[in-house]
């Protein structure tokens, strides 16, 4: 994929699982995509996360809502799931699987990894990411062994070290401050919560997107 399409796939970045979900994770995934999210990642992680075959049924279902909203599906961490549902990418973090050899597992296949130093931007570069994930950029309670909280600085400083591969902010992103991270240097927005756990996911997917263009 170029560089530009993913950058604009990058936009708004939505994340979910059916532990961020108090709606049916289908239904929730559906209205944020009304809302104009432009990139999904399934994360089925944390307390109460399914496992196994209804880990996978889920993946299913929630790949075919975005094959039929034409948007990419992207699955965190788990590489075999992500072979066996065909996924569109995958996710990794530093303490998954090593980037390079989830590249080679996956062919052409997007690959996010989460970096939170400039040596970690650096290594993702070289080990061939198609974009990173860079944060928690504000405080977050999506993920409970989140690294200390980074501010917009990191978005700039890995900027200005030359960083030029796709990236967005990640970590208690919301409305109020999405700007910011995109005029921080992000190509886009990740969000769990501020979507996951509105009242309104359309709303809220709506008002996202109109601060990220
Ligand atoms: C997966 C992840 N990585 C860094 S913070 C985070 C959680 C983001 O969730 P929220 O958007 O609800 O703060
Ligand atoms: C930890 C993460 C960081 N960034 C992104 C985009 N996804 C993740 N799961
Ligand atoms: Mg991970």
Do not use: W
Request: glycine share 10%.
């Amino acid at each position: 994929m170029k560089q530009q399409e993913l950058e604009e796939y990058l936009s708004l970045y939505f994340i979910m699982g059916s532990v961020n979900c108090s709606q049916d994770p289908v239904e929730v995934l559906k209205q944020a995509i009304d809302g104009g999210i432009t990139l999904f990642q399934y994360r089925e992680k944390g307390e109460g996360a399914l496992q196994g075959n209804e880990k996978y049924r889920l993946g299913e279902k929630l790949k075919k809502v975005c094959l039929n909203a034409g948007i990419p599906f992207i699955i965190n961490d788990d590489v075999n799931l992500g072979i066996a549902l065909d996924a569109d990418g995958i996710h990794v973090g530093q303490d998954d699987e090593a980037a390079h050899t989830v590249q080679q597992k996956m062919g052409n296949k997007i690959l996010g990894v989460s970096t939170h130093t400039i040596a970690e931007a650096r290594k993702a570069v070289f080990d061939g990411a198609d974009y990173i994930g860079v944060g928690p950029i504000f405080p977050t309670r999506s993920k409970d062994d989140a690294n200390k909280v980074q501010g917009i600085q990191i978005l700039q400083q890995f900027r200005e070290q030359q960083i030029t591969l796709p990236m967005v902010g990640i970590g208690g992103i919301t409305a109020a401050n999405a700007k910011q991270v995109i005029d921080a240097g992000a190509n886009g927005v990740s969000v769990i919560s501020a979507i996951a756990g509105a009242d309104n996911v359309k709303q809220a997917a709506l008002q996202l997107k109109s601060k990220v263009l």
